[in-house]
């Protein structure tokens, strides 16, 4: 398939979200599922299950300087020495925010997000507001999402590609010293990795 018609799989018959949201209309219909539990699972999914795969890799990355490295310099590399596999993270690269620099994900033409380390993507990242505002003016858009950022912050915003996915490596928060690997990654969500918040103890 060509590569640039790929991006727009919005509109692709074939396109799994077309699918999925084909079957979905077909089992309702048919009385078989009920969209009130659809919709319960598929949150389940966007904001527990699905961004934990993400949220350890962050926490072991604040843990193990080592892997660290290897996740920013080849995330490709280091997926897949973790075992991680699934879709959409054919090709990801991991951003890591740092005092004085703030990276934030967007895919501009549609909602290219990696799925199978964040799950779901959100609504509002598929938005045409978003995607078109997040370039355009990052740190107003990041301030309405509740992430106030000092103007001496640089903010890199990265456009996810059919052929690129981006996650954000936040910071570690302060007082987590004594935290394991578990215990960080529950620190970590997921909008700390689309770049619209920062991870905090809560
Ligand atoms: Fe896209």
Redesign the pocket.
Known sequence: MNKQDD???GVDPNSPEVRTEALEDLLVEKGLIDRGRVDALIERFEHDLGPMIGARLVAKSWLEPQFRKSLLENADRALEEENIKGAEIEHVEVKANEPGVHNVVV???????PWALLGLPPSWYKSPEYRSRVVREPRKVLQEMGLSLDAETEIRVWD???ETRFLVLPERPEGTEQLGLEELAQLVTRDSMIGVAKAKVS
């Open positions: 991006h727009h799989h895919c501009t033409l549609c909602s290219c997000y996810s590609s059919s």
